[in-house]
Each structure stands twice: as C-alpha cells, then as structure tokens.
C-alpha cells in the first residue's frame, strides 16, 4: 500500500517522541531498544518521513530491549506465532496490524479476533513497528528493489525511470507465467489479450491507485502494467476500453502481498548491514488467495 494518512489510535505513538535526540548514536546492537531500533532503521534510510506517516508504534512498549527482528510484509497471526517461536520480539511490519491503512482500533474493542491477537502481542511482550512510507521513500525505493530482483529484471530496468522496463519481446501471457514462477503466486489476474506482444513494461507494487496506474498506462511507450492491485471499477476497464479501442494495453494484477513481499526479504537482507550481530529474520506473511481445485468444480 502506498497511501499516506494520519494516525489516530491510543496504541500508537510517534517515533519523534520516543526515539533518543542523537542520531548517530553508535550503541552495539546487542542491548538496543525497540525504539533505537526504529531511529537507525529510519536515519539509515536518509529519508524523511511526512508528519502524518504510518511509520509508527503499533503495539508493545519501545523501551523493550530487542531479542531479534522480524521483517513481514504484514504481522498477521501465523507471522506473530513463527516470530515467538523463533525467539524474536521487534516485528517490523509493511502493512497495517489491526486491518486498516490507519491501524485505527477503535471499531474492534469488542471485536474477539482483533482482541485475541493484541492480547498475544502483550502475553509474548512483542513490539510491532510499521515500516512503509519511509521504505517507499528511500531510494531506491525497497520495495521495488525486492520485487525487481525477484522477477530477474533489473538488467531490463530504465536508469532514468526505475517503474519501467525493456524487455525481450514475449508475450503478456509469457510473463505472466514467468511471473507466478518468480513469486509462487495462485491468483495471478491478466486484463487485455494473454497473446499480445510486448517489451515495454511498467511496474507499480501495491495499491498505488488508479491515477497513478492510469496515467503509466497514458503512455505511448508502456505497454503492459504489472501492479498489485487495482479497484475493478477503475484501471480495469480503462485496460478494457483501451483494448476495444485497438490499443496495445494490457494489465497484470499480482495481488498486494505477492507484489510486494519480496521488498520486506530486502529488507531484512538491508538490515544485516545497518545491525550486525543482531539475529534478524523474514518471514513471508504469504499469499491470502487460493485458487478453487479443477477437481472441485462440477460440471452442469
């Protein structure tokens, strides 16, 4: 997710008023803090985050000392389970804890499921960083760096334009083949012609919205846009309309996670350089979508 909003929720707390006034503080990484963490990952990035950032305190308490770090793409249950177990504390998260861009918690007081999982964030005395704008904003952009050397296209990628690429001609379908080979992806959504011919692609991970997709694909010189996701009432039928109108257009939805998980494995690799000796581990929070099986569908 791309978007920027504010933060309005008792569980989080600003980095600024948490994190020590020295930023180039040289303490080992054995004995660091939740919230020293938080300052050198956000200072290593030379990055400035917006005043309204997600880049925040989720839950637990920043004083804790780190036992190891986790990277996700999003805390969900399981990756709170594979963390515990494997005797970390400090999860920095791309996406939201409590299932919404703002993490805002007040409409799930009651609600058991949201209840269970903070109570097993407090019981495992776990502390949950999100890590998204400031991620977004290094450059290059680490996400994009992921998911670029995951698909094996960096040698195709524009200098001048890291979102676009040239590649050898293939088709829309091809890639997306090479694609779910890459990424291990189920639920890979093509819009346009599988058999139209290719070579200049746009990338955009995540939700970055129809006016960024639309205007990528405004260009004479992008063919073929790879994204997460995009709302059906929206980059989908401009694709459509596009395609009726004899345009070369075509649209590859990966879906979210897979569009952008390999970006949090960059992290974690990025973060061996920023802490040595501190244990630091990815754990993929894995694709939600399954398919349904040839064998369960019955014929009329």
Not at 31 to 58: F, H, N, S, W
Request: with cysteine.
């Amino acid at each position: 997710m791309t978007r920027i909003g504010k933060l309005h929720t008792p569980f989080v707390v600003s980095l600024m008023f948490l994190l020590p006034a020295c930023l180039g503080s040289q303490t080992p990484a054995k004995g660091l803090t939740a919230a020293e963490v938080m300052q050198r990952v956000i200072a290593a990035t030379g990055a400035t985050p917006p005043a309204d950032t997600v880049d925040t305190l989720k839950a637990g308490d920043p004083s804790t000392v780190v036992t190891g770090i986790v990277t996700t793409f999003m805390d969900t249950y399981p990756v709170l389970e594979k963390t515990v177990a494997n005797g970390k504390n400090l999860i920095i998260t791309h996406e939201p804890t409590f299932y919404n861009h703002l993490d805002q918690q007040s409409q799930f007081a009651t609600d058991p499921v949201y209840q269970q999982k903070l109570a097993y964030i407090r019981e495992h005395r776990l502390v949950v960083y999100r890590f998204h704008d400031t991620w977004h904003m290094r450059q290059p952009d680490g996400i994009l760096v992921g998911m670029v050397n995951q698909f094996g296209w960096k040698k195709y990628q524009n200098t001048a334009n890291p979102d676009l690429f040239t590649i050898p001609s293939t088709t829309v379908g091809q890639i997306a083949a090479s694609l779910q080979k890459s990424t291990g992806a189920r639920a890979i959504r093509i819009v346009g012609d599988p058999a139209m011919t290719v070579t200049r692609i746009a990338l955009m991970p995540g939700a970055s919205g129809s006016d960024e997709q639309i205007k990528v694909l405004e260009k004479d010189d992008v063919q073929l846009l790879v994204a997460g996701e995009s709302r059906e009432w929206e980059t989908v039928p401009y694709v459509v309309d596009a395609v009726a109108e004899g345009r070369i257009k075509a649209l590859i939805l990966l879906g979210h996670e897979v569009s952008e998980e390999a970006g949090m494995d960059e992290c974690a690799r990025w973060l061996r350089s920023v802490f040595p000796g501190m244990p630091i581990q990815f754990i993929p929070a894995g694709e939600p979508f399954h398919t349904v099986p040839h064998t369960s569908i019955q014929k009329e």
